[in-house]
């Protein structure tokens, strides 16, 4: 029973009146955290161990008296410092872009209109409108309430919904979860009763994703082994007359060289970057991991409304108790539009979905070119249905006020509504044809009942959703809340346009092995309808009001509760599928939770969705969901294309330095000239690989295991015989000018970082017409090369890394020679692509 607090009409505040209050008591908002300092940032990049370990060969090579390894040192962990700390304070300008982009809305009346603002901007002495599935934005007071029930699991940490009507309070954070409410706000931002909480989870970091927490398994790994590696280098170089104190600092760098440490910056950059990309393609991804786990998703599970359709609901076709069939013309929400003929009944109809409704119909505005539904798009195309049919719905409903309603509920799947009407009282009621043109709510003749419902199958079998409207006189609210003993006032199908995309969107996920799956609340005729109108088999389509529960080889499910959804995902992950499932209710959140990715429709969808879910469409639109796999899968693959690149190069320097002695190169490289080496290849060049486009064929072929390995699927066998091919030039290099008499070390030098650098651009993806490349690469690239040949070239550089100066001809014969691994990783690689 809808209670009102007072009989005259909520106007709210003013526009101006609201922007001074805003101006004055701020937004409505817990201040954000204040960014880690500077101090605190440099302090996080030291503390790495990998970092640690070079700190410590410096402590050795002061102690030693080498201070210029020590300045060269310390000036590879300031130039590794700084360039974690700037990639940090990047990733976090772009997780808060990303918070903002996905900011909460909350609808107010302002000037007697409602209005959708951000709910950053809802202030003390707001009007709030609440419906099914809001987040509560602010504490406010309680003015009408009708079947208000809440979640305040936030915060009591108790999940049983809590009934609240007039004149009880509602607080920030709860969820409506059913029935409607108006409210006045009270508190807001920090004040408010969620203030303390949100503060407090505001201030807190979110850990590291899987993905991160893999790598950094695998550099503990890798560490490990390079220590090891390392201490037989330090042994064999002992053994063969070398000071003690040179071959442990040799041993201390070369397993910093060996290993990436750069790796965990440069992985949060990427995935920072590509959740960037994913929102300018309209995909915000609200958890970095939803940009990795994209990756793997074998089965996407989707809603219809919104996301096949276009969202833009309307009545296409109208059937009265007679038997008259009406076409209905019309564009979007504008009620303006035309009706194929005026027949008897048609007026009643249409005044009853005007009246069992709760929506409203804002006109175009400098925010919105087009008319818009505030409130669920079904009732808005009812009312722009009621205006096409030439009713003025403000004036049906104010000569009708409401007295009392039954919402409508998934269970009861109906809306009753009771108004008062010339000293009387009607009752309209709407929902699923085959419960209102049941007996038990509607009395008429037998063939009036048969041939509506008739009616309401041919509707459902041209993939319109179907609603039943009866009414009639009652003697009491109470007995019209029974919905007994009604008139059948007829039949409308509502229409959603499939999207034109919507069916080479299946296409592409099909092609990229990824399941289109369909689960729908409307009847299982118009869900196959609408499934095969986009591709989607609809070979033994599933209805679950038959009691067919199955999921086995389903690829349409109709009649689904939305509480079903979540078995249907269960039992989908069961089978062994990674699973992205799309919804939009309230009632979608557990689904989304449940899901390995929660996909929320962010233009029409409600708040908890959003929250709910890891990644939210900004434009509902489903081949949105295709373009994030697709950068998905790029970011992976450029991780796996830095780390294959980065421990090829740190296998080669390890290998020259473990067998460079039995070939009589006593100290192969000098700890100062690895860490420049390793400065040099990872930095720039490692970063610029973290921006290369998508390899061919990326929607083409299956999704990865979320078991396999980030060096499966054959990195390790390249990392080897790379490593190995590199490490081999550089040897021979180093084996010849040493039988020639040149400066042996120094080419040997030249030749590790030339060789490397030439594997960067080999492990690039190739050109292709229409994509653009990447030229930061081959700007890092460039400048590393022009550095590592000025190590041999400027007297200070030869002073500060030991190398002597090399010929022109030598300096040729190191770049020709170090070619040689890039060709041969170019050649394999387009051997394997094709």
Known sequence: MAVRAREETQSGLSRAEAARRLDRDGRNEVPPPRPPRIWRRVARQLADPLVALLLVAAVVTVALGDLTDTAVILGVVIVNTAIGVVQEVRADRAITALHQLAAPTARVRRDGADQVVSAAEVVRGDLLVLAQGDIVPADAALLEASQLSLDESALTGESVPVVRAVPDDVSAGTVVLTGRALTRVTRTGADSALGSIAALVAATRPGPTPLQRRLSQLGRTLGLVAVALSALVMVLGIANGQPVGEMAL???????????????????????????????????????????????????ATDKTGTLTEGR??????????????????????????????????????TAVALCNDAQLAPPSADSPVWTSLGDPVEGALLAFAGRCGLDVAAVRAGSPRVAEEPFDALTRRMV??????????????????????????????????????AARSLADGGLRVLAVAGGPVDSAEDGLRAAGLAPLGLVGIGDPVRPEAASTTAALDTAGIHLVLITGDHPATAAAIAGEVGIATDGVVSFDSGDGSVDDARVFARVRPEQKLDIVAALQERGHIVAMTGDGVNDAPALRRADIGVAMGAGGTEVARQAADLVLTDDNLATVATAVHEGRRIYDNIRRFLGYGLSGGLAEIVVMLVGPAFG??????????????????????????????????MRRPPRPPSESVLGRGLVAVVLWTGAAISLVVLGVAVWARETGAPWQSMAF??????????????????????????????????????????????????????????????????????????????????RRR
């Open 313 to 350: 609901m309307g009545v296409r076709r109208a059937v009265t108790p007679t038997g008259d069939g009406i076409e209905i013309q019309g564009r979007g929400y504008d009620p303006t539009g035309s009706v194929s003929a005026q027949v008897t009944g048609l007026e009643e109809l249409a």
């Open 665 to 698: 190169l006593a100290v192969p490289l000098l700890p100062a000239q690895i860490l420049w080496v390793n400065l040099l290849t990872h930095g720039l060049p490692g970063v610029a690989l973290g921006a290369e486009p998508a390899e061919p064929g990326n």
């Open 417 to 454: 509504t009771v108004h008062r009407r010339d000293g009387g009282l009607v009752v309209a009621c709407k929902g699923a044809p085959e419960v209102v043109l049941d007996e038990s709510v509607t009395d008429c003749p037998a063939a009036v009942r048969d041939a509506l419902t008739a």
């Open 250 to 300: 040799a041993a201390v760098s070369l397993v910093v060289a060996a290993v990436p440490e750069s790796l965990p910056a440069v992985v949060t950059l990427a995935l920072a970057l590509g959740a960037m990309r994913m929102a300018r393609g309209h995909a915000i991804a609200r958890r970095l991991h939803a940009v990795e786990t994209l990756g793997s998703v074998t089965l996407l």
């Open 750 to 831: 030249v030749t590790l970082g030339l060789a490397q650098l030439g594997v960067a651009l080999a492990v690039r993806v190739p050109r292709r017409h229409g994509v653009p490349g990447n030229p930061s690469l081959f700007a890092a690239v460039a400048l590393s090369a022009f550095l590592q040949v000025a190590a041999v070239a400027f007297g200070p550089l030869r002073t500060l890394l030991g190398t002597e100066p090399l010929s022109v001809a030598q300096l040729a014969g190191c770049l020709v020679v170090s070619l040689l691994p890039g060709l041969a990783v170019a050649a394999v690689t387009a051997l």
